[in-house]
Structures are given as C-alpha cells and as structure tokens.
C-alpha cells in the first residue's frame, strides 16, 4: 500500500483543529469537575498503530467516538485510569482524592459521560471549522490492557497501519498532570483537511 504522508501545511491545520475544538471542551470538562481544566497545544505526528500506545502503562481507558455526520470514521481517545478515577471523583462531588480501588462500571459509566459532552463540543467547534455539520454517537469506553493490542486493532474499523497521534497535556487543578491522546486514522486526517482547505477557498 502507497506509503501516505502529510505536509507541513495538513500538519498545521490539525493541529489548529484540535487546538480549538479541544480548548472548548476543556471549558466543557471545567463545568463537569467543577475545577479549572487546562490543555496545552497538541503536539501531531504520524505513527504506526504498533506506536499507538507507547505512552501509558498497564492499562487504560479507551473511548472511542464515531462521526455520524459530517466526517467519516471515528477516533479514539486514551487517557489514564488514575485521571478517570479523579474525574470521576470530582463529577460526584468529591475532592478528587477518592482513587483507590479498581476501576468500575461507574467510572466507565462516567467517563463515557464527560467525553461525550467534551466530544459532543468538540463536533460543534469541528462544525464551524470545517464548514460542514458533524455530530457523534454516544462515545464506546472500554479498559484495556495496553499489551492487549487486539482490542485496539478492533476499534477501528480500517485495516490502516498509519495514524494521527495528538498527544495534549492536560491539567486539572493540582489533580492531574498528564497525558490525554487522541488517535485517528490517517485517511480521516486528510479528510478533515481536504473540508477545512476548501471551505476556506
């Protein structure tokens, strides 16, 4: 298969993208946890899906979001037990601290409900941008083993090695310091960029 690399310029425009639409959803996530959440500008670059998860340990939360409108395709997002487990601790009212123990059916049930809302923001920035109506299913959460990498190949529903890996740093008060990554595949980037570049012309 033809080896697809992207320009400085598509690389740029993704990076825009997920600027502003995940800025808004850090607002959104704000209002959930009751506390001033940060994310820094995204850092791009293509990986292989072997690459997908390099930064995390163990195991991990996946919530995958599909585009039912708009785009094609969908997109995974991978965050760590421990920040799901204060998220979760925080949108019930608690201080944060509240971590010990497994993760549950109820942090997962919580998890889905913050990054629906923080995706469901995200489509709406994504909507202005790209100059094209785009909404989300309710978002898919699973934990998996980070040596599990069957699950991961599930979540997609392409057979492509290549992906857009924006890894944002993220902060919540003095709670969490840490990594949320966004994946997609490839041919979901160039679209999104091919949307953006024309609406523009």
Request: with cysteine; glycine share 6%.
């Given at each position: ?8 310029e598509q ?95 109820l942090h ?59 890894a944002f ?33």
């Amino acid at each position: 298969m033809e080896e697809i690399i992207l320009s400085n310029e598509q690389v740029d425009i993704l990076g825009e993208i997920a600027n502003i639409s995940m800025g808004n959803s850090a607002t959104t996530l704000s209002m959930m946890v009751n506390k001033k959440v940060d994310i820094t500008t995204p850092n791009v670059k293509i990986i292989k899906r072997s690459e997908a998860l390099d930064d995390y340990e163990k195991t991990c939360i996946f919530v995958q979001i599909h585009y039912v409108k708009g785009l094609e395709g969908n997109n995974v997002l991978v965050l760590k037990e421990h920040d799901v487990k204060v998220m979760t601790d925080l949108m019930m009212g608690g201080d944060g601290t509240n971590t010990a123990g497994d993760i549950t059916e109820l942090h997962l049930s919580a998890a889905s409900e913050a990054m629906n809302q923080m995706m469901g923001t995200s489509a709406t920035s994504l909507s202005s941008m790209l100059g094209v109506a785009t909404d989300i299913s309710t978002p898919i959460v699973n934990q998996i083993d980070v040596e599990s990498i069957k699950v991961f190949e599930k979540m997609f529903d392409t057979t492509y090695d290549r992906f857009v890996k924006i890894a944002f740093r993220m902060t919540i008060g003095d709670l969490i310091d840490s990594v949320m990554v966004q994946l997609y595949p490839v041919q979901f980037a160039l679209d999104m960029c091919d949307k953006f570049m024309s609406k523009g012309k």
